[in-house]
Every structure is written in structure tokens, then in C-alpha cells.
């Protein structure tokens, strides 16, 4: 029904940056939140940066100042700019979107397939 698909990620040394991005498809009437997560070998799944439809933002602490989120309503695309990157930032990081579809009442979430983010010298 709805597909995300990341992309951007790559090997990148300590202090460089990255821009990920995650475009949905699909029956999508509305796209309400959306979320950028990471998960590292041996870890949970972590939020790292929060968007609203609106535009409002909010930042796991580790990462503020470092890291931006945007979004493209009308291409229904979420982007996470990653700077002064870290070797702690390595993981997969995946998309996360609530999404309202058309025809239907309610919204869902849905996530990407996760792209691959190193940190190393």
C-alpha cells in the first residue's frame, strides 16, 4: 500500500556528512509525521529526529546540532542532513512515516528498508 525508500547512505569519514533521503509511494491521501531511526549492531532502535507536517522538529540529544530534518510535502519525501559525523553515529538508519490512505479513516505507520551509515577512518 505504501512503500519507503531510502537513500544516501554510505561510508563516510569521522567528521564528514551525509544526506539521507526517503521517498514514499503509493495510496497515500496524507502524510502526518515523520521520522528518521537508527539502529546499531547489538542495539535497540532509536529516534533520532522527529518532523511534523508542519514543520516542528525535535532531536535525540546526542545528535542536536549535528543533524537536520526536512521535508518535501508535496514530493513525500523526508531528508536527514548528517554533519561532524561520528563513528558512534554507525548504524542503519530507517524511515518512519505515518501515513493516512486514501479511501480509508485512520493513519498507519510505515517504515523504509534502512540504509547503511559508517563511520570510519
Known amino acids: 500500500q505504501v512503500q519507503l525508500v531510502e537513500s544516501g547512505g554510505g561510508l563516510v569519514q569521522p567528521g564528514g556528512s551525509l544526506r539521507l533521503s526517503c521517498a514514499a509511494s503509493?495510496?497515500?491521501?496524507?502524510?502526518?509525521?515523520m521520522g528518521w531511526y537508527r539502529q546499531a549492531p547489538g542495539k535497540q532502535r532509536e529516534l533520532v529526529a522527529h518532523?511534523?507536517?508542519?514543520?516542528?522538529?525535535n532531536y535525540e540529544d546526542s545528535v542536536k546540532g549535528r543533524v537536520t530534518i526536512s521535508r518535501d510535502n508535496a514530493k513525500n519525501t523526508v531528508y536527514l542532513q548528517l554533519n561532524s559525523l561520528k563513528p558512534e553515529d554507525t548504524a542503519v538508519y530507517y524511515c518512519?512515516?505515518?501515513?493516512?490512505?486514501?479511501?480509508?479513516?485512520?493513519?498507519?505507520?510505515?517504515w523504509g528498508q534502512g540504509t547503511q551509515v559508517s563511520v570510519s577512518s
Open positions: 518532523i511534523t507536517r508542519d514543520g516542528s522538529t
Open positions: 518512519n512515516a505515518e501515513v493516512t490512505l486514501t479511501y480509508s479513516i485512520g493513519s498507519r505507520y510505515y
Open positions: 503509493g495510496r497515500i491521501f496524507r502524510i502526518n509525521d
